[in-house]
C-alpha cells in the first residue's frame, strides 16, 4: 500500500462517513445475517452462511482499507497557481500523435475516476504531467510505449 493517500478534505470526510457505517451499521448487519443462518443447522452445505461470511470477509477488508487510507490520508490544499501542475489541476494537453486535445484533472488515487478523466497522481500521465509548465512537452512512460504530451492549459 502507499505511505500517503493524497484527498482533498471533502473526500477525507466521505471516507471516514463511509468507514463508519461500515463499523457500525454494515458489520452489525452481517453478523446478525450469519447468526440467522447459523439457525438452520448443518453449516456445511449452508450457502447462505458462506455468502454472509464472504460479505463480512470483504467488509473486514474494506474497513482495513479505509481505516489505512484515513491515517495515512494528506490533505490536498485548494490553489490558485495555474503556473504549474500539481495534485487538485485541471490539465489540458495536446496529443500530436492522435491530433486531439484531452484535460485531465489530476487527484489522488483515493479520487480517481476514469470516466470522468480524474487520473491519478501515481498514474503514467499523472507522473508526467506534475511540476510542469504551459507549454512544456512531457514523455509519458506507458506499459505500452512512450509518447509525448504537450501542456497546452493549467487550471
Do not use: C
Not at 30 to 41: D, F, K, L, P, Y
Not at 65 to 83: G, H, V
Not at 93 to 112: H, N, Q, S
Amino acid at each position: 500500500m502507499a505511505d500517503k493517500f493524497y484527498m482533498t478534505s471533502e473526500q477525507k470526510k466521505k471516507a471516514e462517513e463511509r468507514l463508519k457505517y461500515l463499523t457500525t451499521v454494515k458489520r452489525a448487519e452481517i453478523v446478525e445475517r450469519i447468526q440467522e443462518a447459523r439457525s438452520h443447522g448443518d453449516l456445511s452445505e449452508n450457502a447462505e452462511y458462506d455468502a454472509a461470511r464472504n460479505e463480512q470477509a470483504a467488509n473486514e477488508g474494506e474497513i482495513a482499507e479505509l481505516d489505512y487510507q484515513i491515517k495515512n490520508a494528506e490533505i490536498i490544499e485548494e490553489s490558485d497557481d495555474n503556473t504549474v501542475v500539481h495534485i487538485g489541476s485541471t490539465v489540458t494537453v495536446y496529443d500530436a500523435e492522435l491530433e486531439e486535445e484531452e484535460t485531465y484533472t489530476i487527484m489522488g488515487t483515493t479520487e480517481v475516476d476514469p470516466m470522468n478523466n480524474i487520473i491519478s497522481n501515481e498514474s503514467p500521465v499523472g507522473m508526467a504531467l506534475l511540476k510542469h509548465k504551459k507549454g512544456d512537452k512531457v514523455v509519458v512512460k506507458a506499459p505500452d510505449g512512450e509518447y509525448t504530451l504537450k501542456i497546452v492549459k493549467i487550471d
